[in-house]
């Protein structure tokens, strides 16, 4: 009968220890390389955007740009006319 416990034993202990070494290989790689991917993706998500913000304002239209509830429109400087910037420097 003790040999039976023993074995149980060894047995909820190798459990345990494969469990534990779960989730130290999640905390350890897992975890840090998918939030790297996000932080990457992130990355190129915001690059997209100023680069297609930037096409759009070079086509001397204005650019709505919105936050919350707030609206602003954006055009390229060289698209504004030279005598706005005369009469700011007089």
């Known amino acids: 009968m003790e040999k039976g416990k023993n074995k149980t034993l060894i047995w909820i202990l190798i459990g345990v220890i494969i469990v534990l070494a779960g989730l130290v290989l999640y905390m350890l790689v897992i975890r840090p390389a998918i939030t790297g991917n996000i932080v990457g993706w992130q ?43 005369q009469q700011a420097a007089a």
């Open 43 to 85: 990355n190129e998500g915001v690059t997209y955007a100023i680069a297609s913000i930037m096409q759009q304002a070079t086509s001397c239209q204005p650019v709505p740009l919105t936050f919350g509830n707030q609206t602003i429109n954006m055009i390229a400087v060289e698209c504004l006319p030279p005598e706005l910037f």
